[in-house]
């Protein structure tokens, strides 16, 4: 059984849902000291952050993500912020896409 952290939003459960849908391997809280991202996909190394219509602390988040790359094994971050399926599924299916466009 699967025990979800407190903070854990509905914007996370559609992400993991359209993840799965697109058949994708991922870790949820995946921890790189000192930091924890919402999701990791180990395959190709990409982490996703469910930022919701706010948005995080950009200017904390553009650090991290700049640690991420530079200290650890992550190529590739996407920041969702939107809410609804249809559109969370559209920015994650583009992130995808554009990794297969790459050589």
């Known amino acids: 059984m699967n025990v979800l952290p407190k903070d854990y939003t509905k914007q996370e459960g559609i992400i993991a849902d359209c993840l799965s ?50 200290k650890h094994e992550v190529d590739y971050i996407l920041h969702i912020e939107h809410e609804k399926k249809d559109k969370i599924k559209e920015t994650l299916w583009q992130g995808l896409n554009k990794l297969a466009e790459q050589p």
Not at 32 to 57: C, W
């Open 21 to 70: 849908e697109f058949g994708m391997r991922y870790a949820q809280q995946y921890s790189f000291f000192p930091y924890t991202v919402d999701f990791y996909l180990p395959e190709i190394n990409m982490v996703i952050e469910a930022d919701g219509t706010y948005g995080h602390l950009k200017k904390r988040d553009l650090q991290r993500d700049i640690n991420l790359v530079n």
